[in-house]
């Protein structure tokens, strides 16, 4: 029996531009994907909500069932098993005479703290967890910058890296793989399994966005080449904002950001340049710039008083689920455009980033919410939540952020005047 290496797939389901995956391959004599639903990811938390919605549960599931296809083109598959990756993991690992696991890196302290508890398991078993980083545009050592000294203002960040920092070519799709023998692969859950006491009315409302590589790279390919913004001139690019909905995709890894750059670089050689490709790599920048704020620091952007004067875990007060709270969720408070965009992404899993932070604005500074109840609820509806961007946006739209120029730079009445009568731009609407 030869070299044998477990790759743990987590936000990270695709095939093509994956470094974890592409290694383990060169690596090994076999490789044994697995994946882990985690029940901990479905429960309900102390703010109201569940971790997990419906929606997002849904397109989690079918990511994973498009990964399993994938894999059985390959002539393979893909172990999926439902508890704790800290519980089953060593016990797999024995099993299946594993001689190292591969996993990606995430920055949020529930995702590193899941990491090193794996590592210590794995490491008493004198096994080797290795790391990967492949959820961003640009690799931190490419960087012209240590992570502790990335600037904290977003603009300093960006002219710095689009100057000095260079985008990497993706790792090639894998045309062979040699998998561990598996009896039995296990069974993928539906979402009402995993959330039994969910709303499961929601199903019924139709799917605007289905989960998977094969559908991220549709996507994809189809607002490039055949959207209608390709006839839009600058100047009425500045009059119509554009809403590609990519975020999904990237959230879970189904879409590679480095990927959707190099895809830009081909269109752009067949139809020109376009301003919507700008804001597409510019929504991959604000990606990036939270994701490694993140990893500057860690769980200052869940804490109340966020990089403020008041330096408490949350939750530093009292919580309850008042009536305000209730009726922006429900989407039914005095505003209508507010009501609107609520209750879209109640619908759907999904509003812009202008309609995030049109909403956002509306509960901390008009209704007097506190902001993590806010955030909390993006966490449990959004379909393409990720944690660096989702509380980096809502602590600097409360004014507790790191990037001093834009805390307090949110006016409600201002932000309406902005969004009617414009359509809404949001490639990454989470970033």
Known sequence: MGKRILVWFRNDLRLHDNEMLTEAIAKSDEILPVYFFDPRHFEKTAYFTSKTGLLRTRFLVESVTSLRDSFKKLNGNILVLTGKPEELLPELALRYDIAEVYHHREVASEETLLSSKVEDLLWKQKLNLKHFIGHTL??????????????????????????????????LTPQSIQFVEVADWGQIPEAEELLPLADFSLLAKGNDFKGGEQEGLTHLYNYLHTSENLELTAAMAKKVDVISTLSPWLSLGCLSPREVYWKIKEAER?????????????????????????????????????????????????????????????????????????????????????????????LIHELNVLWILGAWYFEEVLVDYCPASNWGNWASIAGVGNDAKLNGNFDFEKQLKNLVPKRTFSLLADS
């Open 270 to 362: 067949i139809h020109g340049s376009k301003p919507f490709y700008s804001q597409i790599v510019l929504g991959l920048l604000w990606r990036d710039y939270y994701r490694f704020m993140f990893k500057k620091y860690g769980n200052a952007f869940f804490r109340t008083g966020g990089f403020g004067k008041e330096e408490v875990d949350t939750p530093p007060v009292q919580v309850n689920d008042s009536i305000a709270l209730q009726n922006w969720k429900e989407g039914k408070t005095d505003q209508p455009l507010v009501n609107e965009y609520m209750q879209e992404l109640k619908n759907t899993g999904f509003i812009s980033n202008q309609g995030r932070q049109l909403v956002a604005t509306y």
């Open 138 to 171: 640009y690799n931190k050592e490419d960087l012209p910058f240590p992570v502790k000294d990335i600037p904290d203002v977003f603009t300093q960040f960006k002219k710095k890296t689009e100057r000095d920092a260079v985008v990497k070519p993706c790792f």
